[in-house]
């Protein structure tokens, strides 16, 4: 085996559970393909019983919504990005990075949405940063903007992708294996889809590129195809940067078991309902039984004989649907957003105080993973800044913004923070550039920089 073919101790751990919690999250067709895995089959159930069973399965999807929930939530304003400097090369290029992060048109904000989302379901994303390669090696700045080796893109990796890796004594990569596996033709006229595995290796330097071509058994060798030195090895660091959540922001690590409990008695009360509604004919006779019953039948009962019909009395399916709703709570409880549940168990009287304190609780885990988000995307631009030796400093702020408010009285509050007469410029500046992108917040990214540049330049006087 390959050194890059071995997986890390943890990768190897977790591997088995991210395909289940991507069933849970996305739900439908996806998890009924899958359904066999989850569904849990009774003691010395018939396989024909449990195959029908699996035929009628359904799936609730809670905290599928959750995750949706707290994406849409995080991002409903978009994270500003501040750059100061007066490199005017390195601010036009993080004007279209922002507009164009992954040379595919993707938005800075678009892109990490989606990390966001994949971090919520696996537990971390990854974000691998690069630059175009040129030939013959340029020998300036000017000339690597024209040949457009200067730049950069990312490209969103999934947990599954890193497969191995190794971490300094401060927590940095020392070096990583990415591995990738898809399907491609050699032709448009061959018929035979070929499964081809790529695996990139990188340290602090340098890169190897490994790749693995045939059937779905892997029959043939691995060989190298590439190598060299990436980018990044001006700033002697690994090019991949990890947005890794804390056990308490996995949302789906939280609620999965939750979830996969209420799906198997969800099903199992909705069988036991569908065969209750096939009621069983049941015949009170001392005499020996052998008529035919069917609906075009008919049977002939003695004169000492009694006929009737099975029915459940209906105690143990009460008792199921209120463990249910207790389990659809119990989601929504670990995941903070209990005041969403809804439900018969949680239309009841609320307090307007209690029901604040539960969204606060609700803000202070967006606004910690809003916190992790932002430190990620700052880590990225600014290693791309020094690879790309620009002269700019980058900052961002925002997704820290969650209540639906009115705009006035965050005006009011800057007017009233202003008027009390404190005698400092950059407070003023400060204030007036957050009204404003707050305001302006999908607006592009060099319009804000030009707003931030005015109005630095309208409160310098000031200063003097």
């Given at each position: 085996?390959?050194?890059?073919?071995?997986?890390?101790?943890?990768?190897?751990?977790?591997?088995?559970?991210?395909?289940?919690?991507?069933d849970?999250?996305?739900?439908?067709?996806?998890?009924?393909?899958?359904?066999?895995?989850?569904?849990?089959?009774?003691?010395?159930?018939?396989?024909?019983?449990?195959?029908?069973?699996?035929?009628?399965?359904?799936?609730?999807?809670?905290?599928?919504?959750?995750?949706?929930?707290?994406?849409?939530?995080?991002?409903?304003?978009?994270?500003?990005?501040?750059?100061?400097?007066?490199?005017?090369?390195?601010?036009?290029?993080?004007?279209?990075?922002?507009?164009?992060?992954?040379?595919?048109?993707?938005?800075?904000?678009?892109?990490?949405?989606?990390?966001?989302?994949?971090?919520?379901?696996?537990?971390?994303?990854?974000?691998?940063?690069?630059?175009?390669?040129?030939?013959?090696?340029?020998?300036?700045?000017?000339?690597?903007?024209?040949?457009?080796?200067?730049?950069?893109y990312?490209?969103?990796?999934?947990?599954?992708?890193?497969?191995?890796?190794?971490?300094?004594?401060?927590?940095?990569?020392?070096?990583?294996?990415?591995?990738?596996?898809?399907l491609?033709?050699?032709?448009?006229?061959?018929?035979?889809?070929?499964r081809?595995?790529?695996?990139?290796?990188?340290?602090?330097?340098?890169?190897?590129?490994?790749?693995?071509?045939?059937?779905?058994?892997?029959?043939?060798?691995?060989?190298?195809?590439?190598?060299?030195?990436?980018?990044?090895?001006?700033?002697?660091?690994?090019?991949?940067?990890?947005?890794?959540?804390?056990?308490?922001?996995?949302?789906m690590?939280?609620?999965?078991?939750?979830?996969?409990?209420?799906?198997?008695?969800?099903?199992?009360?909705?069988?036991?309902?569908?065969?209750?509604?096939?009621?069983?004919?049941?015949?009170?006779?001392?005499?020996?039984?052998?008529?035919?019953?069917?609906?075009?039948?008919?049977?002939?009962?003695g004169?000492?004989?009694?006929?009737?019909?099975?029915?459940?009395?209906?105690?143990?399916?009460?008792?199921?649907?209120?463990?249910?709703?207790?389990?659809?709570?119990?989601?929504?409880?670990?995941?903070?957003?209990?005041?969403?549940?809804?439900?018969?168990?949680s239309?009841?009287?609320?307090?307007?105080?209690a029901?604040?304190?539960?969204?606060?609780?609700?803000?202070?885990?967006?606004?910690?993973?809003?916190?992790?988000?932002?430190?990620?995307?700052?880590?990225?631009?600014?290693?791309?800044?020094?690879?790309?030796?620009?002269?700019?400093?980058?900052?961002?702020?925002?997704?820290?913004?969650?209540?639906?408010?009115?705009?006035?009285?965050?005006?009011?509050?800057?007017?009233?923070?202003?008027?009390?007469?404190?005698?400092?410029?950059t407070?003023?500046?400060?204030?007036?550039?957050?009204?404003?992108?707050?305001?302006?917040?999908?607006?592009?990214?060099?319009?804000?920089?030009?707003?931030?540049?005015?109005?630095?330049?309208?409160?310098?006087?000031?200063e003097?």
């Amino acid at each position: 085996m390959k050194p890059i073919e071995l997986e890390h101790p943890d990768y190897t751990a977790r591997k088995h559970v991210w395909r289940r919690y991507r069933d849970l999250y996305v739900g439908g067709e996806q998890l009924k393909a899958n359904a066999a895995e989850y569904l849990m089959r009774r003691q010395k159930e018939p396989f024909g019983v449990w195959g029908e069973r699996l035929e009628r399965v359904y799936y609730e999807n809670f905290v599928g919504s959750i995750v949706d929930w707290y994406v849409a939530t995080l991002f409903r304003r978009e994270p500003l990005l501040l750059t100061e400097g007066e490199d005017r090369r390195g601010t036009t290029f993080f004007h279209e990075f922002a507009e164009d992060c992954d040379l595919r048109g993707t938005t800075i904000t678009d892109f990490f949405r989606k990390q966001v989302l994949e971090a919520l379901v696996t537990g971390s994303s990854y974000t691998l940063a690069d630059f175009p390669r040129a030939w013959p090696l340029p020998e300036n700045l000017a000339e690597e903007d024209r040949a457009g080796a200067s730049r950069a893109y990312l490209t969103p990796c999934q947990a599954e992708n890193l497969i191995n890796w190794s971490l300094d004594e401060h927590g940095g990569y020392e070096w990583v294996v990415l591995r990738n596996t898809y399907l491609r033709k050699p032709g448009v006229d061959s018929e035979k889809w070929t499964r081809e595995t790529r695996w990139i290796y990188y340290d602090r330097e340098h890169f190897q590129v490994w790749k693995r071509e045939g059937d779905v058994f892997g029959q043939e060798s691995v060989v190298m195809v590439d190598e060299g030195c990436h980018s990044f090895s001006k700033v002697k660091q690994v090019p991949l940067f990890p947005l890794r959540l804390d056990d308490g922001l996995w949302l789906m690590n939280r609620a999965a078991l939750l979830q996969l409990e209420h799906f198997n008695k969800s099903n199992a009360l909705s069988w036991a309902l569908t065969q209750g509604l096939f009621a069983m004919p049941v015949v009170y006779s001392e005499r020996d039984w052998n008529q035919i019953v069917g609906d075009s039948y008919y049977i002939q009962l003695g004169p000492n004989d009694r006929f009737g019909w099975t029915e459940p009395e209906g105690r143990v399916f009460s008792i199921a649907a209120q463990n249910l709703d207790r389990l659809k709570e119990e989601i929504y409880r670990v995941c903070y957003v209990l005041s969403q549940a809804g439900g018969p168990v949680s239309t009841g009287v609320t307090s307007g105080v209690a029901k604040q304190r539960d969204f606060a609780i609700t803000q202070e885990m967006l606004r910690a993973l809003g916190d992790q988000v932002k430190d990620t995307m700052k880590r990225v631009m600014r290693s791309i800044a020094a690879v790309r030796e620009d002269g700019v400093t980058i900052d961002v702020s925002g997704l820290d913004e969650f209540d639906i408010g009115d705009f006035t009285n965050e005006l009011a509050d800057a007017k009233e923070l202003l008027a009390m007469g404190v005698d400092s410029p950059t407070l003023k500046r400060q204030v007036l550039k957050k009204l404003a992108f707050k305001y302006l917040c999908d607006v592009r990214q060099e319009l804000k920089d030009r707003i931030g540049r005015e109005i630095d330049e309208a409160v310098q006087p000031l200063e003097r």
